[in-house]
């Protein structure tokens, strides 16, 4: 980027054959101004955060339904710490939900009626679920086994089966 000054004299010398000093001067004071009027902070854009309820009650059993169900939007965070609108909109629904009385198991169900054991931060185990619960364990253990496997196959190759090792001063 140039200089302001640089600039001034650029827009001055566009404008030097038409007009006075006082066109000139115009035109380098319009430019300064665009030039400052970039350097200003954006300001960022900030909602509000929504009031709690009135009934401290009532709110933590909110946070208490909420930490349990998965952002949809985020996936790896509840709605209860995710600021997505569609977390900010279920928090909502079920904060409506309890203050019409039901209970933290029917709003769970409602939810995962809805949108399936996914919504769920901690899924039941059953026959769907199966693979998320268990794979990674199992995934580990084949892991670790073809380890196992592998060492034990190259612990009974003889030496001339590997390249020699060179010292640190050959090559």
């Known amino acids: 980027m ?3 000054d640089t600039l001034l004299r650029m827009g001055a010398g566009l404008v030097q054959g038409v007009g006075s000093r006082s066109a000139r001067n ?4 319009l430019c300064m101004g665009f030039v400052m009027g970039l350097a200003l902070p954006v ?7 929504a009031p709690a309820s009135a009934d401290p009650a ?3 059993r909110v946070m208490r339904v909420s930490s349990e169900l998965r952002c949809l939007v985020c996936q790896n965070e509840t709605i209860a710490g995710s600021n997505a609108e569609l977390a900010v909109d279920l928090r909502n629904q079920v904060r ?9 198991q029917q709003v769970f169900d409602y939810m995962t009626a809805r949108y399936g054991d996914f919504v769920l931060y901690r899924p039941p185990v059953k026959s769907t679920t199966l693979l998320l619960w268990y794979g990674p364990p199992l ?3 084949a892991g670790l086994l073809a380890l196992w496997l592998l060492l034990r ?3 009974r190759l ?4 590997f390249e020699p090792e060179e010292a640190p001063g050959e090559k």
């Open 43 to 49: 300001p960022a854009a900030a909602r509000e955060a």
């Open 58 to 60: 009532l709110e933590a």
């Open 96 to 104: 409506e939900m309890l203050r019409q009385g039901q209970t933290e």
């Open 139 to 141: 995934m580990l253990g």
């Open 2 to 4: 140039q200089a302001p």
């Open 158 to 161: 003889g030496d001339d089966r």
């Open 153 to 155: 196959r190259r612990s």
């Open 26 to 29: 115009a035109f380098a004071a």
